[in-house]
């Protein structure tokens, strides 16, 4: 493996946490040629996020420490070290670097392609990596080697890399035109198959793969990370053990460090009342008489006799002075070869279409029964012309041919009326799919494949509760047979259950789906208040998947008789869900939630994923170990949501005998409709708000703050003093605060957290204090503040030091911030030496503190 392992930039390790916004350091903590490290950086040089590799990092040894324990408890890397607290799991990793940069291109511009990119990025971990692993480990000694078991995983890896093969074949990225996310995470997976095991005379069955992985890994991002990847070594027949990489010595390979990105600060300065926002153009339009939304409501209302009712509606309702009519064809239908990929390439254009549903109601075809497919459009603007900002926004509109409709010819009317009806055969061929472009966003259809009793179909049923989404399940559902139908295989080409139908495509992945729920509800809470919330949630929802389900999954399956049942693979897959239980129950000894104070999606797929395996295997001697997990189980299922599409929940009685035959999947009589009629999720309480030009904003009212008289303290000067000061910290820096300090115009707090006696987990703490100062950055512009975490041994201890502008805390600060309520503020007395000398210490990091070691510093500045 050793000619494609690369060495990886290696950089300072120490974390500085005196740095402004875009200035943050990430310590990456992951030792070279870790392709889970890989995707992290290569984000990072797509994105301009600076990354540094921690030094001297020794696999084995560095991830055994007490000090990286407390970031990640099982020891897994790569871990990623951030101002507001640690984050593991390498996807999560990867989504927090992408994230850190606003608009990131790497996960697409529409909700549809931020779902392909996450379904993408699953089925890479799910689908190819799980069994890349499966087929590799055992051959390098780290897991039991049985021949059937890697017969198995071989077969079910050429399933998944002839799904990618047949998906790539017309694309050249996983999603979009460009590189995205989805990418970087399924080459690094590659990386290591391509490296270690797959050789060319197995790769060579999959053509497209090979085309895509060589050319990924020659782009200059990738060739920054990667070394050249030329040729693969031999499979080793024989275990080897894990390989201790001895440090390397300075002289001979100075420590690299990733490019800065180019930053350009901006003074801060008081924000100017927003100018109104220009008119669109076509609002200053003469008034026609036709009313799109009337038409748009009856052809959404018209069921039956669609011809005699809504086609002659809108011939009687068009006004070709208002409006004008057009089709659309496709450029490149040679290209559309894959049906699935065709239908999600006709839905991301749907999507990037949203902004003009105003003015727009179209229609989009997708003809033929065998590749290639055709599609063909018809669409209805505002205006005589095609609006000229959806020519500059849309980049789809050049790959269409667009003719204007000619009325008086009524062949071309009677086109526009079958293209309107979705009549079929069209033009003498078959439809596979139509889509329309009329729906206002939250009424869009949603319709979830699945069979009853699906823990993974249960992920997007609890979103869709709580996040106030209609999801729909669809009729009549067999587990083996509806799965393996034609039209199912066209949206997840592998069978896999479930699938969620929308609108602009089919997404599979079942993880990828609930997050596509989640996202349909803007601001969602599901997804927390901030960047590191955010990646705890994904830190989560990944741990759930690769620790917690996939060792359900190895104890479970076999026994079932799914999988070939080895006794020595049982004991490996429950020692290994014992280490992430426990990790899990020392979370949630401190913690109601996974990540903050109320329901998150990381909530909603770990309690799924548990739901197996307390309903099939894990019987309550076996819970018991885990009380914390034991009773955070309990209370989510028990939740009204959680009950809605669970039901009542039961806990296995008995671990299943193992079944000496495989057994196969059972087929589900079809249920009479008289028994029990579809299940369909809540209508959700919409009120429907009339379109209507918007106002011209009114001018933002002045912070408070802003009004109070000048102080001879310039907030700016301290904290450019508290940056730059690298020696001689007391008497440079402390000694400039007391001289620029202004009573009149600052107040000094310090802050005791209430409840310490929680904090039992050092890396959830520190977690904790990172999730405040992201919510605290509302009044950076009015405020500094520094959090130390105290204490060598639990219950941790949380004080703090904050410099707030006027005399008292600002009123929005603690009506906003949440955590406000959960410490005490006291006023410093600074005619009081004792005090001084405390914010004193608290803002030089002096350790011992009050008698006490430093478990960690963050400053908010």
């Known amino acids: ?189 590659l990386y290591m198959g391509f490296a270690a095991i797959m050789i060319k005379s197995f790769t060579s069955e999959f053509p497209h793969v090979e085309r895509y992985f060589w050319t990924m890994v020659n782009q200059p991002n990738f060739q920054k990370v990667l070394a050249d990847a030329d040729s693969v070594p031999p499979v080793q027949k024989k275990a080897a053990p894990p390989k201790e990489q001895k440090p390397k010595e300075a002289k001979k390979e100075a420590p690299k460090e990733a490019p800065k990105p180019k930053a350009v600060e901006k003074p801060e300065e008081e924000e100017e009342a927003p100018k109104p926002k220009p008119k669109n153009p076509l609002d200053l339009l003469p008034p026609s008489k036709m009313i799109l939304d009337e038409w748009k409501r009856l052809y959404s209302n018209t069921k039956t006799n669609f011809r005699e009712v809504a086609i002659k509606g809108f011939w009687d309702m068009y006004d070709p002075e208002g409006y004008s009519l057009w089709f659309c064809d496709y450029k490149y239908n040679d290209e559309n070869t894959v049906s699935f990929v065709t239908m999600n390439k006709v839905g991301g254009f749907l999507q990037r279409m949203d902004l003009c549903r105003k003015y727009a109601f179209g229609k989009m075809l997708v003809i033929g029964s065998e590749p290639p497919f055709k599609v063909k459009g018809l669409w209805l603007f505002r205006g005589p012309e095609i609006p000229k900002f959806v020519m500059d926004e849309v980049y789809d509109m050049e790959l269409y041919e667009w003719t204007k409709v000619d009325i008086s010819d009524e062949a071309q009317k009677e086109r526009v009326s079958a293209m309107i009806e979705d009549l079929e055969p069209f033009e003498g061929e078959a439809l596979l799919d139509a889509k329309c472009f009329k729906r206002q966003p939250g009424e869009m259809a949603l319709v979830l494949h699945t069979f009853d009793g699906n823990k993974n179909a249960f992920k997007a049923l609890i979103a869709a509760e709580y996040s106030g989404v209609k999801v729909e399940l669809a009729k009549n559902f067999q587990m083996g047979v509806s799965n393996k139908t034609p039209e199912y295989l066209k949206m997840n080409p592998i069978g896999k259950v479930p699938v969620l139908e929308t609108p602009d495509g089919p997404v599979f992945e079942s993880n990828a789906i609930a997050r596509y729920v989640t996202r349909s509800k803007a601001d969602n809470p599901l997804y927390g208040s901030s960047l590191i919330e955010y990646a705890h949630i994904e830190q989560w929802i990944d741990f759930s998947a690769t620790e917690v389900d996939a060792n359900i999954g190895k104890w479970l399956y076999p026994r079932l008789g799914f999988a070939p049942y080895v006794a020595v693979s049982e004991e490996a897959a429950i020692a290994a869900l014992k280490r992430s239980l426990g990790a899990l129950n020392t979370h949630l000894a401190s913690n109601t939630y996974l990540v903050g104070h109320s329901v998150t999606l990381a909530d909603i797929v770990m309690t799924c994923n548990l739901y197996m395996g307390f309903a099939c295997i894990m019987t309550r001697i076996f819970t018991s170990e885990f009380p914390h997990v034991e009773r955070y189980f309990w209370t989510m299922v028990n939740q009204p949501n959680f009950k809605k599409v669970m039901n009542d929940v039961k806990q296995a009685d008995s671990v299943p005998p193992v079944q000496k035959k495989a057994a196969p999947p059972k087929e589900q009589k079809p249920k009479e409709a008289k028994k029990e009629a579809p299940k369909e999720a809540p209508k959700p309480k919409a009120v429907e708000k009339p379109e209507e030009e918007e106002e011209a904003p009114k001018p933002k009212p002045k912070n408070p703050l802003d009004l109070l008289p000048p102080s001879k303290m310039i907030l700016d000067e301290w904290k450019r003093l508290y940056s730059n000061t690298k020696t001689n910290f007391r008497e440079v820096a402390i000694k400039g605060f007391w001289d620029m300090y202004d009573p009149e115009g600052y107040s000094l707090w310090f802050c005791d957290y209430k409840y310490n006696d929680e904090n039992t987990v050092s890396f959830v703490t520190m977690n904790k204090v990172g999730g405040f100062l992201q919510r605290m950055d509302l009044c950076r512009k009015y405020a500094f503040g520094k959090m130390l975490v105290i204490g060598s041994e639990p219950p941790f201890k949380v004080k703090g030091l904050w410099l707030f502008r006027g005399p008292e805390i600002p009123k929005f600060v603690m009506d906003e911030v949440y955590d406000m309520e959960l410490y005490e503020w006291t006023k410093v007395d600074i005619s009081d030496e004792a005090q001084k000398e405390r914010v004193s210490a608290m803002i030089e990091d002096l350790e011992p503190f009050e008698g006490e070691a430093l478990l960690d510093a963050k400053c908010f500045k």
């Not at 740095?19 to 870790?34: C, D, I, K």
């Not at 890896?157 to 999603?175: D, E, M, P």
């Open 1 to 189: 493996m050793s000619n494609l392992i690369c060495t990886v930039r290696s950089a300072a390790g120490s974390l500085i946490g005196r740095r402004q916004p875009g200035e943050m350091a990430l310590v990456l903590h992951a030792g070279s040629g870790n392709k889970n490290a890989f995707k992290a950086l290569i984000a990072a040089e797509y994105s301009g996020v600076k990354v540094e590799l921690v030094k001297n990092f020794q696999m084995g040894v560095s991830n055994k420490t007490p000090e990286f324990l407390k970031m990640n408890p099982i020891g897994k890397i790569p871990v990623l070290e951030t101002p507001d607290g640690p984050v593991f799991e390498s996807n999560a990793i990867a989504r927090y670097v992408t994230r850190s940069k606003a608009d990131n291109p790497l996960y697409g511009s529409s909700l549809i392609e931020y779902a392909h990119i996450e379904q993408w990025i699953d089925f890479s971990a799910t689908e190819v990596d799980a069994n890349i692993g499966k087929w590799l480990y055992p051959r390098l000694g780290y897991a039991p080697y049985v021949a059937v078991s890697e017969e198995a995983a071989i077969a079910a890896l050429k399933r998944s890399l002839g799904a990618l093969n047949t998906h790539l074949a017309s694309n050249t990225y996983l999603v979009g035109h460009s590189v995205t996310l989805a990418d970087i995470v399924m080459t690094c997976n």
